[in-house]
């Protein structure tokens, strides 16, 4: 998908009140694996509209963010000015920062519209301290493998999609793979792996959204990963 195609979600997207998979499951559970932030440099690496960034700002992180859409970034601005320092920039390609820059990247529900994560984790490797730590979230990929038709789990396949919001339908296209293969593009990167985790949604997602919390609690929807540059 290109910047114009995320421009246009960023409208919806901002329009959205709560969400379930966001702000019920995907970002508390994302933040939690970051630890604890506190005086810690830190990238959000296709921050979105910076809620994310919110979080960890609160946490006492010094937080930089990049997107590749400038409406995304528009959204954050307006809600954090410079409080942070925001950029724009294409995950699949090198990176305005410096060598070991920063203590920790969250690249949250962004990896998954990238083909190849060659650029994207060598360049994580490249902007971590030494013992700093990524976490990633993106999507699982058993939950795409159904989608994708289910016939093989172990292609790297194109999936076009149509998510419905409450203000009109996205149409996306993203990228499954295996686990297999997220392993080994970590591990060609020089990254190592801290955790792999299958979260649960916030206990307050069943009252609020019991059709979501039903399938959050019974099916994987999104994958955690936090790697570590080796010290
Ligand atoms: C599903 S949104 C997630 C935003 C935010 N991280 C969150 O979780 O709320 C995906 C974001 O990834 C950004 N994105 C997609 N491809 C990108 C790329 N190649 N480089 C940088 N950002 C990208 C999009 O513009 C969008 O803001």
Same mark, same amino acid.
């Given at each position: ?7 246009? %979600? ?29 005086? %810690? ?13 919110? $979080? ?6 010094? @937080? ?7 409406? @995304? ?20 390609? !090198?990176? +305005? ?13 962004? @990896? ?31 939950? $795409?493998?159904? %989608? ?18 409450? #203000? ?9 793979? +295996? ?7 970590? !591990? ?10 299958? +979260? ?28 570590? !540059?080796? #010290?």
């Amino acid at each position: 998908m290109t910047a114009t195609d995320f421009d246009k %979600l960023a409208k919806i997207y901002d329009a959205e009140k709560i969400s379930p998979w966001n702000d019920l499951y995907e970002r508390p559970n994302s933040t939690e694996l970051m630890g604890d932030v506190n005086g %810690l440099t830190v990238l959000d690496a296709g921050c979105g509209g910076g809620k994310h960034c919110a $979080d960890l700002l609160a946490k006492g992180a010094k @937080m930089h963010g990049f997107d590749l859409s400038e409406k @995304m970034l528009a959204i954050a601005k307006d809600m954090l000015g410079d409080q942070i320092n925001f950029k724009t920039a294409n995950l699949a390609e !090198k990176l +305005p920062y410096q060598d070991a820059q920063f203590d920790r990247i969250l690249c949250a529900l962004a @990896m998954h519209y990238v083909k190849d994560w060659t650029t994207p984790l060598s360049e994580f490797y490249r902007l971590l301290k030494p013992g700093g730590k990524v976490v990633i979230s993106t999507h699982h990929p058993f939950m $795409d493998h159904a %989608l994708a038709g289910g016939e093989d789990y172990f292609a790297h396949t194109l999936i076009e999609d149509s998510w419905k919001k409450p #203000d009109g339908t996205l149409y996306v296209r993203y990228w499954r793979r +295996p686990l297999t293969q997220m392993i080994e593009e970590i !591990k060609n990167a020089g990254l190592e792996i801290d955790l792999i985790k299958e +979260p649960m949604p916030l206990p307050e997602t069943q009252k609020q959204f019991p059709d979501a919390y039903q399938k959050l609690t019974t099916q994987p929807r999104f994958i955690f990963l936090v790697l570590k !540059k080796p #010290d």
